[in-house]
């Protein structure tokens, strides 16, 4: 197995099933990837849909919500591929996404993840901008050797915001992100987005600073 592609959802009823079948639908071939879902104790429809695939994907189910951070390191544990990527249960990916990732991290040792440019899309998945993760870097769509994320500690799940954030300052503090300049991943933009939540983004951007001593 070479790639792990992990899915993450809580109450995206509505927007999963696009997920599933952009990953379902890469060029990859099949032998070569695996999908895991880890639902974060959705109370919404997402386990009906998700049901519907059992026999395509790796299902996994929390009791209880325990937030983002501790979904993907779930996800992480269970991966049998050398290279992990995160989807987010709200986006989609392009057809050729793991294909061409995969092979800038086989073909160089010394690439540590790869990340892709985006897309900008609304609720029908209409493009809006095009966005280079290179000045805008998003946590979903980068492809990072497993060991890579086992080396610096995986996910801080006290963080139920800016988890993303944190896992990046600790990655780049001992390895890089090669950035490929291709908008492989979409990047969904609604009303329900946590970025939208201004209180929670400001509690953990003030936990961000402490942890790592900013200014």
């Known amino acids: 197995m070479q790639v792990s592609l992990v899915i993450t959802s809580y109450n995206y009823a509505r927007y999963i099933e696009r997920a599933i079948r952009s990953a379902m639908d890469q060029s990859l071939p099949k032998n070569r990837y695996e999908i895991i879902v ?12 998700l049901e519907n695939y059992r026999d395509e994907i790796r299902l996994v189910y929390f009791d209880e919500n325990k937030g983002l951070a501790a979904a993907r390191n779930e996800g992480i544990k269970r991966a049998k591929g050398m290279y992990v990527v995160f989807l987010d249960a709200d986006d989609y990916l392009q057809h050729d996404l793991l294909k061409i990732q995969s092979v800038f991290l086989n073909e160089n ?24 993760a290179k000045e805008k870097p998003i946590a979903c ?33 001992k390895y890089e992100v090669y950035n490929i300049i291709l908008p492989l991943y979409r990047y969904r933009r609604h009303a329900d987005n946590l970025t939208n939540n201004a209180g929670k983004m400001k509690e953990f951007k003030k936990m961000l600073k402490t942890k790592h001593k900013k200014k």
Do not use: P, W
């Open 141 to 173: 769509g980068v492809m990072f050797r497993k060991d890579r994320l086992f080396d610096i500690g995986l996910y801080d799940e006290k963080f139920q915001a800016r988890e993303e954030e944190d896992l990046r300052i600790r990655f780049l503090k």
């Open 109 to 132: 040792n010394k690439l540590d993840a790869v990340s892709v440019d985006y897309y900008l899309v609304n609720e029908i998945g209409d493009h809006i901008e095009l966005v280079s």
């Open 38 to 49: 880890v639902d974060d104790c959705s109370t919404d429809k997402t386990r009906n849909i």
